[in-house]
């Protein structure tokens, strides 16, 4: 019995000392790539796993597993850097690890996030030490002038993306780069537009997408939330959205909204104009500017937020109120 315990012993120890070998040689083979050089994003704040996923994605033929187990085992794990990456053929695993603990960039990246209000874009470019700042200290009409843009405020027309730029350029050309990809994104959803919406223009159209991007829980809900809205306004109903109202209050908002809110007179308060707010309330993407410009068929007027992440969308009012006993006020 002992001798067969030590030669099962000595098959594992073989075995291990294999599969070490064998990682040991794939991470020092070259990689396929899908062109050459290729260039990878790495967005900020990404952990070990979803920089594996983002290098299979924009073409290193890399398991992601095993890209993990290699950062890991030579203590980079925690290490990699967000920028944008170039690979030529040769590369290795061990060489892409690396040059990404390195941070030996080719392009810097900014990522701006669906849903932010423009300070907090703004906010993210000032924080980036590789930019030239040269819109520091202006205001954001001032800002607007510089990028040749012919609005006057600057909220909701940037488009939510990862943005790459090579140190010290401006960022007046990165907010150049941005409001020209959402003049774009908005041009096309507006050419693509249901019939017989209740806008005159694509800006309203950007003003309902940045409604639609906030009050959203689930994606897929989008289409029907942006069909509640426009049925409140063919109908010339107030459209009643707490996110106005909290984008009226400002950076004072302090997470609660109450009734003095709701009844407090300012441009974005929906509950007390009818209409659209004056400009969106926050930087729309894809799917809401698709929502906006294309709503599902639907006669909702209302919806409720089940608590669960979804809404229950309701014609009338009696089922309306209903709805919101039964999911806000927990009656049955």
Known sequence: M?????????????????????????????????????????????????????LQR?????????????ARATGHGADLKAGGYQFETGVTPL??????????????????????????????????????????????EDLMKAIGAAEKSPEGLFFPDTY???RGSSD?????????????????????RAPDLPYKTPYEALIMASIVEKETGQAAERPMIAAVFVNRLRKNMMLQTDPTVIYGIGPSFDGNIRKKDLTTDTPY???TR????????????????????????????????????????STSLPEHNRAVDKYQRGKQ
């Open 164 to 166: 790459l730029f090579a």
């Open 58 to 70: 924009d073409g290193v033929a890399m398991d992601p597993r095993l890209f993990q187990l290699l």
């Open 172 to 192: 007046i050309e990165l907010y150049k780069h941005a409001y020209r990809a959402m003049q774009k994104r908005i041009n096309e959803a507006w050419n693509a």
């Open 95 to 140: 060489q892409v690890i690396e040059k990404l603990a390195k941070g030996d960039v080719s392009h810097y990246v900014v990522t701006v996030i669906e849903g932010w209000e423009f300070r907090k874009m703004r906010a993210a470019v000032d924080a980036s030490p590789a930019l030239k700042h040269d819109t520091q200290g202006m205001s954001d």
């Open 2 to 54: 002992k001798r067969l315990f030590l030669r099962l012993v000595g098959v594992l120890i073989v075995f291990a000392v294999a599969a070490v070998g064998g990682f040991a040689w794939w991470a020092n083979q070259p990689l396929g790539l899908s062109a050459s050089p290729v260039e990878v994003i790495v967005k900020p704040n990404s952990g070990v796993a979803s920089v594996g996923r983002q």
């Open 274 to 313: 009818t209409g659209l707010p004056p400009t969106p309330i926050a930087l729309p993407g894809l799917a809401s500017l698709a929502a906006a410009t294309t709503p599902a068929p639907s006669d909702a007027l209302y919806f409720v937020a089940r608590g669960d992440g979804s809404s229950h969308f």
């Open 269 to 271: 308060n929906t509950y």
